[in-house]
């Protein structure tokens, strides 16, 4: 089981490498980068999201995985929130980024495959998906329209909404509820879009990390470890108490959302705070310090609780 695990985190990291060594060698530059944030916020993302989500089903959107991963975002998000505002006084946008790093996990990229590996099934991360696309995305991307835009307006909600995510997600969502079954004419062309999301949002992500330094002086340290140790500790600790205790979840339930609440921030999170110019670094450092520090924290949790 474990040995499968690392197989995730290796095919996620030789993807991370090769655009690494694309944005070292010149092959892409800080342009292309560009591109490819774009090319999957637009196209790949709500590609892939539709076909998740339209493959899933009912009983598995709407499980008791989706209140308790909720609530164990939330807590996180909302501790986050209160210390960058009140203490740090950081804007809006800027607490909002370094939010979701603490408490947007990577149910697609990485929770997809290390469900698999690990759960034995690649549906579990259906209902995360579910929340923080409809629930979570809508709400934190009016927040960031209105903070570049500089004040809110009925607009900015219909923008959101507009949002190419939040409509992949929702299509995917309405064709999974009401059951229908998509002509292979029709859903094939959408799953090849789809599969080039991860590899490209990987490679764009590699490409970021050339001649960065990881807390390096100037990348707000305190933010990128707060929001880590959030993510690692603190998330996984509410999950398994909320699903203990408030929800009275069995053995296999429990491990289910702990090892979810254990996943890496979103590299989504990242693309949001390219796509609007705030909180790059404390995004990019916070996915990279997640997404390698997770691997103990997965091991520790599938031996505790497997």
Not at 7 to 14: E, I, K, L
Request: net charge positive; proline share 5%.
């Amino acid at each position: 089981m474990l040995l499968s695990a690392l197989t995730g985190f290796v095919v996620v990291g030789f993807a991370i490498l090769v655009g690494w060594i694309l944005g070292k060698t010149g092959v892409l530059d800080a342009s292309a980068r560009g591109v490819l944030a774009k090319l999957v916020f637009w196209v790949l993302s709500p590609a892939l999201l539709f076909v998740v989500l339209s493959q899933a089903q009912v009983e598995m959107l709407f499980s008791s995985l989706l209140p308790v991963s909720a609530i164990a975002a939330l807590v996180v998000i909302g501790g986050y929130a209160l210390v960058a505002k009140l203490v740090w006084r950081r804007s809006a946008a800027e607490t909002l980024i370094g939010a979701l790093s603490a408490g947007q996990v990577n149910a697609n990229n990485i929770g997809i495959p290390l469900s698999l590996y690990i759960l034995g099934s690649a549906a579990y991360p259906a209902p995360v998906v579910l929340f923080q696309l409809l629930v979570l995305t809508p709400v934190s991307l009016s927040i960031l329209e209105a903070s570049v835009g500089g004040r809110f307006r009925l607009s900015v909600i219909w923008r959101a909404l507009a949002n190419p995510i939040i409509i992949g997600s929702a299509l995917g969502t309405v064709v999974s509820v009401t059951g229908v079954t998509l002509p292979t004419i029709v859903f094939a062309p959408i799953e090849l879009i789809a599969n080039a999301c991860v590899p490209v949002l990987l490679i764009s992500f590699g490409i970021s990390l050339n001649g960065q330094r990881v807390l390096g002086a100037g990348g707000n340290r305190r933010e990128v470890v707060y929001a880590s140790a959030l993510k690692l500790v603190g998330m996984p600790i509410v999950a398994w108490l909320t699903a203990t205790y408030a929800f009275g979840l069995g053995p296999a339930e429990v491990l289910i959302v702990v090892v979810l609440a254990a996943l890496p921030t979103a590299q989504n999170v990242f693309n949001y705070s390219q796509h609007f110019g705030v909180g790059e670094t404390v995004a990019r450092d916070t996915v990279f310090i997640t997404t390698v520090g997770c691997i103990p924290v997965l091991f520790l949790a599938t031996v505790l609780l497997g």
